[in-house]
């Protein structure tokens, strides 16, 4: 008769490895009257429907701060936008991190974003699914705020 080995992988370390806070809550405690912070955090390998309210004693420090400076408002400053006359068609993609560039269909389309962005015009990108639309507006948000 052998004796069954039980699973392995009954625990994942992951589940208690905090991947992010998502908010903070400050009550008072009704025995002690004093302030008690919990933070909700979401777990490496969990769903967000899994995430929990933690003592913040309980919580990885750094993961703590990097949620408060996400909560940081940045610095609004105005930009004015340019004239029309301004527009100039981008002819190579930049390069963006590791090394990636737009592809000659991807930079037309951003330059058509940034062109009726110029006029004032609105525009709605559409073309087959998988060709990038994504990125092509994230790089037409990225060239508008290289600008100020």
């Given amino acids: 008769?052998?004796?069954?080995?039980?699973?392995?992988?009954?625990?994942?370390?992951?589940?208690?490895?905090?991947d992010?806070?998502?908010?903070?809550?400050?009550?008072?405690?009704?025995?002690?009257?004093?302030e008690v912070t919990h933070y909700l955090v979401k777990w490496c390998?969990?769903?967000?429907?899994?995430?929990?309210?933690?003592?913040?004693?309980d919580v990885d420090p750094v993961k703590i701060r990097e949620f408060e400076?996400?909560?940081?408002?940045?610095?609004?400053?105005h930009v004015e936008r340019p004239l029309p006359e301004q527009w100039q068609k981008l002819e190579k993609s930049r390069e963006y991190r590791n090394g990636n560039?737009?592809?000659?269909?991807?930079?037309?389309?951003?330059?058509?974003?940034?062109?009726?962005?110029?006029?004032?015009?609105?525009?709605?990108l559409a073309d087959e699914m998988g060709l990038g639309k994504t990125i092509q507006s994230i790089t037409f948000l990225y060239e508008i705020f290289l600008m100020g």
């Fill in 20 to 34: 992010r806070v998502l908010e903070i809550a400050i009550t008072t405690d009704t025995e002690t009257g004093e």
């Fill in 101 to 124: 560039q737009l592809r000659e269909y991807q930079l037309e389309g951003m330059n058509w974003l940034l062109f009726n962005w110029y006029n004032r015009k609105n525009c709605i």
């Fill in 69 to 77: 400076e996400l909560k940081k408002i940045p610095e609004h400053k």
């Fill in 1 to 18: 008769m052998s004796v069954s080995q039980p699973d392995e992988d009954l625990f994942n370390p992951d589940y208690i490895e905090v």
């Fill in 45 to 57: 390998s969990l769903s967000y429907e899994e995430s929990t309210w933690e003592l913040q004693e």
